[in-house]
DNA sequence: TAACATGTAACAGACTTTGTTACGGGAGTA
DNA sequence: TACTCCCGTAACAAAGTCTGTTACATGTTA
């Protein structure tokens, strides 16, 4: 089981605005680098826009960043995309039996033991940033 | 988006086996704990066997522990339960356009890094027990 | 006004999870 | 042996999400 591609996607989009910054980066244009639909990338562009991570207008061809890409960071990515709500990155069972002293309890027990692994996982995400990406697409260029 | 309550699931089976320790925990029992069919619990069962942290028996009611609950971690059963494969907590869009720079590099420069943050996220589950769980219940159960 | 791009609704196909029923086969007991 | 109980597993259905598509309204520019 795997979390929604959006993230990848948004990470891919971001990357290309800079690659290709000296293009129009028209939803067209970009669904044809990730190799997708066209309205699909601008359901991701709106959550970008939403987070203030991209500037698109309606009606103008072409996506910028809204920030400096060293400032946006891959969790700053996942965040806007909403692949994972906060405390629920695993699911839980609904409902256990109250009469059971782990039924009662288990919820309440394991909740902040899943946040603290979240938490891990997306500070390890706020430590790499789409410069980041960019600069490691650059370096695999130059070696090819 | 969340990830299997498997997980959760097996982690309830695993405290509950401690809790009830002196009684039978039959998939029946179980699943009224947990609460939902029989079946469900002999699946989840049957991985937690395959991982070597349970014992059942074809024909024998009840389950019991393989190895001390302190000894079993939340990585062990989130391995176990196979609700994520290594390198694939993030999803990645299939065949971005080698013919883009972007599209024929970004697989392998994200790749490193979404595991660098799915291994973040192992190890914090790495960090506690069953053990830990069952004490966390039975203090809960104390208060009330 | 014409041409083109974005924003969004609506829908379909594919896939996974979760829950069920059904049944084969092992284990223990009378 | 016959009976009963339980685990193991296959098969299937319902529900939910993701991904891709079509269609169309709205906005911009020439």
Redesign the pocket.
């Given at each position: 089981?795997?979390?929604?591609?959006?993230f990848?996607?948004g990470i891919h989009i971001l990357t290309l605005l800079e690659i290709n910054k000296n293009g129009?980066?028209?939803?067209?244009?970009?669904?044809s680098s990730?190799?997708?639909?066209?309205?699909?990338?601008?359901?991701i562009?709106?959550l970008l826009?939403?987070a203030g991570l991209v500037k698109?207008?309606?009606?103008?061809?072409?996506?910028v960043p809204a920030k400096e890409l060293s400032e946006i960071s891959l969790f700053d990515v996942y965040k806007a995309v909403?692949?994972v709500q906060d405390q629920e990155l695993f699911?839980m069972?609904?409902?256990p039996n109250p009469a059971c002293p782990v039924g009662r309890n288990i919820q309440e027990t394991i909740t902040p033991l899943f946040s603290v692994a979240q938490l891990a996982l997306e500070k390890a995400l706020g430590n790499v940033t789409i410069q980041d990406v960019v600069l490691g697409i650059l370096e695999k260029e130059q070696i090819k």
């Open positions: 089981m795997s979390l929604s591609s959006r990848a996607v129009v980066n028209s939803s067209e244009f970009i669904a990730v190799n997708t639909n066209p309205v699909v990338i601008r359901k562009m709106g826009k939403n698109v207008r309606p009606g103008v061809a072409g996506a909403n692949i699911g069972h609904e409902n």
